[in-house]
């Protein structure tokens, strides 16, 4: 009698656990789907001539990166680092080429580290850097 009232256990506790895993992976299709229309959607974002746009593009680049392709987007955030006027943007936007892992960018990072006159962006490249590692 033990051993019925166990296995009837087993199955009862099972049964939610295969019913989630095959809404998961039915989700996960969908997700897909989902976040390769929100990575197009960042990407011309950051391409826009809105300030306060391309800051919110690339804030959620950074929380989401993991999952986004913005790849296309990576020279536009350069140019943002190089040449924009406020020191926040720059910040931001070394902070979201970093997070992205992008190989050339990352790399142009480092190579202008001794050429970066303002501290603060320098020690955040420095700091994020000795994270990767």
Same mark, same amino acid.
């Given at each position: 009698?033990? %051993?019925?009232?166990? !296995?009837?256990?087993? *199955? $009862?506790?099972? !049964?939610?656990?295969?019913?989630?895993?095959?809404? /998961? @992976? *039915?989700?996960? &299709?969908?997700? @897909?789907?989902?976040? +390769?229309?929100?990575?197009?959607?960042?990407? +011309?974002?950051? &391409?826009?001539?809105?300030?306060?746009?391309? %800051?919110?593009?690339? %804030?959620?680049?950074? @929380? /989401?990166? =993991?999952?986004? =392709?913005?790849?296309?987007? !990576?020279?536009? $955030? *350069? %140019?943002?680092?190089?040449? /924009?006027?406020?020191? +926040?943007?720059?910040?931001?936007? @070394?902070?979201?080429?970093?997070?992205?892992?992008? +190989?050339?960018?990352?790399?142009?990072?480092?190579?202008?580290?001794?050429?970066? =006159?303002?501290?603060?962006?320098?020690?955040?490249?420095?700091?994020?850097?000795?994270?990767?590692?």
């Amino acid at each position: 009698m033990k %051993r019925l009232i166990t !296995i009837l256990v087993v *199955v $009862l506790l099972s !049964i939610p656990a295969l019913a989630w895993s095959g809404e /998961h @992976a *039915v989700q996960t &299709a969908d997700d @897909a789907a989902k976040w +390769k229309a929100f990575s197009k959607n960042l990407v +011309k974002a950051i &391409a826009s001539e809105n300030e306060g746009l391309q %800051r919110s593009a690339m %804030r959620l680049i950074i @929380a /989401h990166a =993991d999952y986004v =392709d913005v790849n296309q987007a !990576i020279f536009d $955030l *350069v %140019r943002m680092y190089r040449y /924009h006027k406020n020191e +926040k943007v720059r910040q931001l936007a @070394a902070v979201t080429i970093q997070k992205l892992q992008h +190989k050339w960018a990352n790399g142009f990072l480092v190579r202008n580290l001794k050429f970066e =006159d303002n501290e603060n962006i320098k020690n955040q490249i420095l700091a994020n850097l000795a994270s990767q590692k």
